[in-house]
């Protein structure tokens, strides 16, 4: 008996203890981070002038890319922001494919940020003004979670919409190919 | 009531007792602990732990009810409060209903019938172990912060993956399976050790009322679950795999989820009540010294209650726009089954009236199940109808009403058996006077704090609703509820302590406290191992109550497990089988399918690599050996190496 | 804490004496011709289930009376001589419980009947259920006289009206209890329910089905008036906004432009033309904001565009940063918006 419920306690003890960090499963209803954007954020590898050090991410990268909420609210965002009416569910169109493992301006959490925010050539208009930070940081959550960068356990399978590709959640790096690569192709190649 | 203090009906001299005993025993220690294949200390295990599961079920709805006495309260966040409530619905109906009964038939059916042990007993102790690893993934999902969130129904879409973020609504999910693998085990261990175990001469027309109920109940079971077992493994496909069972764009449906899910959870309801109204049957008879009046209605009343509870489901979706000429059958046959329920109030009160009722407490409970259960049950003849449903579905008259009848007609009947066969289970006599307080508070507690819910619901109050506006007026019922909820959480304390100090330092119990009529009595309190030392010969249907001495039969081998198989309508002797030793394989192949249920909720292949355990275990389970018989004849050749 | 607490148990208390049965949202006053149907089944269910109810504590009462006899000295397990008699007295309970039932039942069915009976030419309406707030269109006799609202349904007195019910994302349940019972929103799937309201006056209408964080506080006002009114305010809701004169309110309407609220919120007359979330082209015109959770005031409007998580936490409407003068701007707007 005695030995028991010192297994139990053992047993307690270690639940207490993996609670302590599950960032996934967190529901911040009422997340107001920092009121800034991120600052300058490479968007290539090219740099000009002498050799600068990387910037440090920006830590509510990490905080929003594995958190399933965040992954869902941007999902619901992208639909109604309209970012489908170019980059379709993530095969591109009109835009650029975002299922795949080509990223034209980086494809960390800070560098799609950053692309939304400022809008890119070619056709990104600039969101930074109209849509909140929070909401943009987890439109860039979701983005992530279709090309299959996002932690697995948190992103959702599907919508509850008309599906045309494989789960979310078991989304791999596309390779682009063909037509879609010409057709996307801007003046960096 | 008479401390019968006396020797039992059944003993054996202390020779052959300890020689039985130790063929019987359960190995000392942990080894023992994880092993045993004794049905009563499963029981016992499976009653205690459904206990615990009950209190924590309570702290979640007194958690409710404190946030929801004020209006506007801030004290607990909608997420949270989501979470509380479907961990209180689900803890309640598939860790703490469902197995508490089933717990019940565990220990006591082997006793009532006259048999040493349930038939399959390692099946039966893996049916304790699967529970026990589904109550624990549940809770320590609730202090991960990934408890379900979408009530303990769990409707797509809003379970669905995109509704549902993270893993809560796959936790619930794999909830489901654990149960109801556990509950469809224990089903089929009392189905056949009623069919099959009975002592002989007991026939069908002489089983007690409690072992009918306890027999239709695993029948239904083993009916209903694997519906909920469809619903919620298309639900976890969907949210793993991203298939379409739920998603109306592609051509599914959430009202096919409904459909599964009210296919089980409507009979789930009976399977939650009929173990109780076997359970006032028994306590009806005792304390009125009377068997109970109309035993072939009774029994007639429990298969037809089993059998109509199967065509109800549609009632719970009578708001869904399904075609309204299908919606008004479902009214009928949901007003049918009030039928087989009166019919039963009729009898246990013919009883009462015509026999000479003793109000010690398990009494009371009955007094204050028929007051509570029927009220229930007439405001559910209330939401039968089609148009006064669509009024009140879905509003906290719908809850008041299930309260009613689930509190009143399954959590009564319990706390009054738990009392009446406590002095058999332990040996010793819970205090009175403790009880009837007990009584009184949950009774009045009760009341105070799910009679205006009707009210509230009347006026309008959605349930699940983590607050509620000011203006509405709604305040000072909920207020009340509060305070009796409070009453009721005092009276279940009560109740509780009551049992604890019994345990301990209650007076000494003899074999048959209150006099009752069964087999159960007819052993010591607390019963040997192996529960009875000569078999019962049944010659009515209170064998303690024939006045003569009871007639035993003896010869069943002292030196192996053995039990009596007796044939399934007149319980003939048929054949002497043997009964498993000990084994560890129940509690390894436990851990083995909780790896695959657990690791399935993170990643499909766990399904397929997550099998190949529990398959070793399964096959090291049932790896085959000599039968009974061919093992007791070598062994009384003296071939060497045969079973000692 | 305690004493006004007690006070107000002991006034509910009273009131429920009194029936406190009058109210907004209360089944128990049926203002339309589907919730009267539906009282008169609830009045004959009370009744009838009161007797019963009434017997079996009568024939309890009477068996625990009989409990003072005198104790037996065995007990009873064959026949007794009140079997019988208690056989005749089963017999006739359960005829009496299979009449009462066929007498529900049978009742039930009719009014349901009745229920479902088309009425020539109502008033077409169309729900959409959203993730918490509801999406209300009124159909008019030309495609461009559809009109848009959110969380608020006006209906003209003595004429029919039929509802279209469809979700957007999860099941909710349309339920206005003073005018008819509940029917629920389903994805990919038309649901139908037929108000005919027969006095005027203001109800509400919850969400009655479990749909997520901000289940509990998805309302709409409900506006019952005479036709004439009910046709002036159709009238006045088709019209766009007027851009607005004064200064404060101009600066408004251009931050509303401007900034995140452009991106879910349509506005006639404006720049604004989102449909994410709800119209506010007449916002004036309601009596309450946020799905019912907070009343039409200033100080409300600014709380809740400041804030709206704190008011509904677990909302999608996000918080955009606004300066103090921009917030009384663009409130001055949305005032302007009648």
Redesign the interface.
Known sequence: MR??RRRLGLAFGL??A??AG?N????N?DATGPETLPGLVAVSTLKPGPARGPQPPDPRGAEYEGN??H??NG??YYQWFNCSGCHFNGGGGIGPALMDSKWRYGGSMDQIVASIVQGRPNGMPAFGDKIPEQQIWEIAAYVRSLSGEADK??A????????ST?????ANPQPQTGDSAAATAGPNG | MSLDAGAPPIALDPERHAALARVWATPRG?WG?LTTVDAKEIGKRYIVTGLVFFVLGGLLAAAMRTQLARPESGLI???RY?QIFSMHGTTMMFLFAVPIMEAMAVYLTPLMVGARTMAFPRLNAFSYWIYLAGGVMLY?AF????APE??WTA?A??S????S????SDIWAQLITFTEVAGLAAAVSIAATILKMRAPGMTLARVPLFAWSMLITSFMVIVAMPAVMLASSFLIS?????T?FY????GG???LYQHLFWFFGHPEVYIIFLPGLGMVSEITATFC???V??YP?MVLALLTTGFLAFGLWVHHMF???LP?LG??FY??AS??I??PA??Q???W??T????????GTPMLYV?GF??TF??GG??G??L????????????YFVVAHFHYVLIGGAVFPLLGAIHYWFPKITGRLPSELAGRWAFALIFSGFNLAFFPMH?VG???M????????AE??W???N??ST?GAYVLAAGVAVYLLNLIVAARRGPAAGPNPW?G?GLEWATSSPPPVYNFGMTPVVE???PL???EELPVLDGLDERTREVLLTSVSQAKPTSREGSPDPSIWPFVTTLATSVLFVGSI?DEWWVVWGSLPVTACVIAWFWPKPSHSRQVKRRDSGIPGAIA | MIRP?LR??S???A??ALC?CR?V????DPAGDQ?R??DV??RL??WV??A??LL??V??A???W??R????A????GP?P??PG??R??AG??GL??AG?IV??T???L???S??ELRPHPLRLKVTAH?WWWQVEYEGARPDQLLTTANQVVLPVGRSAVVE?RAD???H?F?I?NL?????L????T??VALTPRRTGVF?G????????????MAFDVQVVDPAAFDAWRGRQLAAAAPPVEAQAALGKQTFESKGCVMCHRIQGSEASATVGPDLTHLMSRRHIAA?ARPNTRGDLAAWIADPQGTK??TPMPRVALSSEELNAVVAYLETLK
């Open positions: 030995h028991r639940v207490l993996l609670s599950c996934r499963e967190n529901r209803l399933a909420q992954i869902a999902q619901r356990l948190a959702p399978s599907r919508a509850e919409a008309m599906r494989p789960p979310i959640n078991n | 942990l602990f966040d909608p997420d989501n320590a202090v991960l912060n990934i979408a009530g409707y879409p809003l669905g993956p995109q509704f973020a993270g893993k809560r969907d949210r793993l795999i991203g379409h998603n109306a764009a592609e449906s959430p009202l010294r009377r068997s009046f109309g209605v708001a869904t726009g309204r919606d008004s009214t009928a007003m049918t009030a039928l009166g019919v109030i009729f009898c009160i013919a009462m009236w015509d026999g000479r009722p003793r109000f007094v028929i007051v029927v009220l007439l405001s003849v209330m039968a109808s089609v148009p006064l449903d669509t009024q009140v579905h879905d509003t009210l009347l006026w309008g959605p349930r699940r609703v983590y607050t509620y506006s509405m007026g305040g000072g019922m207020l009340l305070a006099g009529g009515g249907r209170e109550w024939l006045g993170f | 607490a107000m148990a006034l509910s208390v009131a429920l406190g109210g949202q209360t089944m128990l919730a149907q539906i089944i609830w269910m009370l289930c009161g019963m109810y079996v504590l024939f309890l009477w068996a625990l009989r409990a006899r005198p104790p037996l065995a007990p009873a397990t007794t009140a079997e208690l056989e007295g089963l309970w359960a419980i299979v039932l529900l039942v009742a039930s069915f009014i349901d009947r229920l479902a993730q019910l994302d999860v099941i349940s339920w209890p008819a019972g509940k029917v629920d389903i994805p990919g799937r649901n139908y509400r919850q969400c009655a089905e479990f749909c997520g964080l901000q289940h509990a506080k019912g936490p677990g």
